[in-house]
């Protein structure tokens, strides 16, 4: 599990057809399945209630939806496991049985209890650009990736600047 001194190991995972389960259904679990999607992953949502998005998906074919809240046994399912109820006794449960069964985990409201952090990531063309704080700062990293996503963009150069005024913050706060 990730911890304050850990050092990350950089990789782009192919999920292609790999099983990702994630348990919960509201917004950012929505956010977490259109990711999934994209990467051509086979998606598994488990909730007693879901976002209307993810419903429509479900009812497309698209994912693959239980109506229900997680059981023992969910979270042995699947190649990445998400978990991202609205109960933090749950998504700590869904982390330990992960864990447990050498599952890929990434708990959205404990990034200490993760197994694997999503960077903010920028794609332009066959460009892909990953920012990660190593889980200290998510909001950073996404402000960050605009920063750049607009330098690709437009041309402007105010990444080395915003990343810099980063890193010294980051370095001021420990």
């Keep these: 599990m990730v911890a304050g001194d850990i050092h990350m190991y950089s990789a782009s995972l192919v999920l292609k057809g790999r099983l990702c389960t994630v348990i919960g259904g509201g917004k950012v679990a929505l956010r977490k399945v259109e990711r999934l999607l994209e990467a051509g992953a086979r998606v598994q949502v488990i909730s007693p209630n879901v976002e209307p998005r993810l419903l429509e ?4 074919g698209a994912i693959a939806y239980e109506r229900r809240p997680y059981q023992a046994g969910d979270a042995a399912r699947g190649f990445i496991v998400v978990a991202a109820t609205d109960n933090r006794d ?14 890929f985990v990434n708990v959205v409201d404990a990034p200490g209890e993760c197994s694997f952090q ?5 794609t332009v063309g066959r460009l892909m650009v990953s920012i990660s704080t190593q889980g200290t700062d998510p909001k950073a990293a996404k402000r960050l990736k605009h920063v750049l996503t607009k330098d690709l963009i437009e041309g402007t150069c105010d990444f080395p ?4 005024l980063w890193i010294e913050h980051s370095e001021d706060g420990r």
């Design 118 to 122: 999503l960077p903010a990531s920028l």
């Design 161 to 164: 600047q915003a990343a810099r």
């Design 90 to 103: 749950v998504n700590r449960q869904i982390a330990q049985e992960a864990e447990q069964h050498e599952r």
């Design 57 to 60: 998906l479900a009812q497309s």
